[in-house]
């Protein structure tokens, strides 16, 4: 049973930066996404973020929502059980709590990367507050 914590969201002003984490225990996918969620209040979850590792290093994808690009980063830890959401440039639609969720295939490929449905474990959420 995959288990997964998140932490590092708090309050920042418009143009900060935070950084979270997502912690898996139970992870043993060899290859596998983990992505970033986000929900903020009266609205749909929405896909931030996803990074695909494969076998090999050099097989490694990410993805991002439109409105992240060039401000927020996924990254992964060399044992694959980690995560890591860099968020910089932060605006108060970036305001939410954030989910991470992993699955062995959901993001292997282009398409759907952001479908919440192909996503088998979920974290508990961390929040974040953008002020303006």
């Known amino acids: 049973q995959v288990q997964l914590v998140e932490s590092g969201g708090g309050s920042v002003q418009a143009g900060g930066s935070l950084r979270l984490t997502c912690a898996a225990s139970?992870?043993?996918?060899?290859?596998?996404?983990m992505a970033w969620f986000r929900q903020a209040p009266g609205k749909e979850r929405e896909g931030v973020a996803a990074i695909y590792a494969g076998v090999h290093s050099d097989d490694t994808r990410t993805y991002y929502a439109d409105s992240v690009k060039g401000r927020f980063t996924i990254s992964q830890g060399n044992a694959k059980n980690t995560a890591y959401l860099q968020m910089d440039r932060l605006i108060p639609d970036d305001a939410g709590m954030y989910y991470c969720?992993?699955?062995?295939?959901?993001?292997?490929?282009?398409?759907?990367?952001?479908?919440?449905?192909?996503?088998?474990?979920w974290g508990q959420g961390t929040q974040v507050t953008v002020s303006s």
């Open positions: 969720a992993v699955d062995r295939l959901a993001c292997r490929r282009t398409g759907g990367w952001d479908d919440q449905a192909k996503y088998s474990y």
């Open positions: 139970g992870y043993t996918y060899t290859a596998g996404c």
